[in-house]
């Protein structure tokens, strides 16, 4: 009966690993999506159908619901997670806080959304990716200038910025012309993690404080050094995005008008949707996820890979590379890429000219060093996955029957010995037969 129990379980979770993350189609299909509230899941719905229409299946499930598991079998049921479930201070089932990071280091994505005081679980996860919320339980970002003209009295705690990164690849190609609304609370980067950015950021009048309460003593974090929104590539590539506010991605300010003060354009809807939109297509890998095949060399004028190659050889490199347009391969274009010829050190370093097909490829003279070497490309670009590839090929000096029989630069050695020798003769004739 356990047997029969187990097979049937087993049977059921195929189609749920099937629809696992995989390099070769790479969108995050299945998706556990946590809240504190099921009211959340109609105050968002929005953004949860954006995700929808693209093929994304949601699991929603309260935070601390007692049977909560990503894992079955060893094997991980979602490809990737998020939390909005700010205020939970403890997830349920066999979800902990270890078992989040460890979905992370295991290369999966996740969407985390803070709110005004956020639990410990919310901050100890943001700490963990280089993000520092405010430690002041009741403080929000508040901005006297850039904030909704519709907030024409109070604390101005909905923001209106407009500060975003300059990366085509993570907010997409079409620019983001409303500014994105934002009430939530103030974080700001680890100086010691350089994989997080800043993706939307407050202006310089911006401060975090409690808007209940007088300012009695300066803010602890001021003007530029606040991030709204952050995002984290991992060396894994796995991507994290967190987010100051839980209402940012809501119904109610994607369809808000939006007016900047001071400014006298108005706006019929905020950036908000498509911010969320574009910035998720990129967190799930339907943006800036590149692949490396046909990794190839050869000596020049031949096609067979050899098993080693001779100092002074000229050799062949190329490598295939494509990125994911969030339903097929294209070609990656791009004058950036370059392979080194490595062994302890970089003797050859080379950038890889491409025929605007996805092949990179360029020819080199081996140098005049024998030993193991590598073939590295080490490709690190703003909002791409990382590529990091290698391939090991020994090289040989010249046998005793290559090398020429005269060398050209050794032409004045021979010339000064002949004339040693030629002189020594004359020497000896004239000693030996004249007085």
Known sequence: MRRLTFFIAAISLIPLLCNSFSPE?????????????????????????????????????????????????????????????????RFGGSLDFAAVLEFVDSGHDLILAADVSPSDLTRNLAAEFGVDFDEDQSAVVIDHTSYAASETEGDHTLIASDDFIESDVILGKTKIEAPVLFRGIAHSLNAANSLVLKVLSASPSAYSSDPSSKLSQPPSLTGSAISLVSVVQARNNARI???????????????????????????????????????????????????????????????????????????????????????????????????????????????LATDQKGLFSTSFKVPDV??????????????????????????????????????????????????????????SVIFLYHK
């Not at 995005?241 to 300010?253: A, E, V, Y």
């Not at 090398?403 to 002949?418: D, K, L, V, W």
Request: no cysteine.
């Open 370 to 427: 024998y030993g193991v070497f590598q073939f590295k490309v080490e490709y690190q670009k703003l909002g791409y996955t990382t590529l990091s590839l290698s391939k090991q090929i020994p090289v040989r000096p010249f046998k005793h029957n290559e090398y020429e029989r005269f060398i050209t630069t050794a032409f004045p050695y021979y010339g000064a010995s002949f004339t040693t020798m030629a002189g020594f003769f004359i020497f």
């Open 241 to 351: 995005l967190i987010s100051g506010s839980l209402d940012l991605f809501g119904n109610r300010l994607f369809v808000s008008p939006v007016q900047k003060a001071g400014s006298s354009h108005k706006y019929e809807k905020s950036g908000n949707k498509q911010f969320a939109t574009e910035l998720s297509k990129w967190i799930f890998h339907e943006r800036g996820h590149l692949k490396a095949i046909n990794i190839k060399h050869n000596k020049v004028g031949e096609t067979d890979e050899p098993a080693m190659y001779r100092i002074k050889d000229d050799l062949d490199f190329s490598v295939e590379i494509y990125e994911w347009s969030g339903k097929s391969w294209e070609p990656y274009v791009a004058n950036d890429v370059q392979v080194q010829f490595y062994m302890m050190s970089p003797y050859v370093l080379e950038t």
């Open 25 to 89: 189609n790479p969108i995050d299909r299945r998706i556990l999506v946590l809240l504190d509230d099921f009211s959340i899941k109609s105050s968002h719905s929005i953004f949860f159908q954006s995700l929808q229409s693209r093929g994304f299946d949601l699991d929603f499930k309260l935070a601390d619901n007692p049977k909560l598991a990503i894992q079955r079998y060893g094997q991980y049921l979602y490809d990737a997670l998020i939390l909005f479930s700010p205020t939970t201070k």
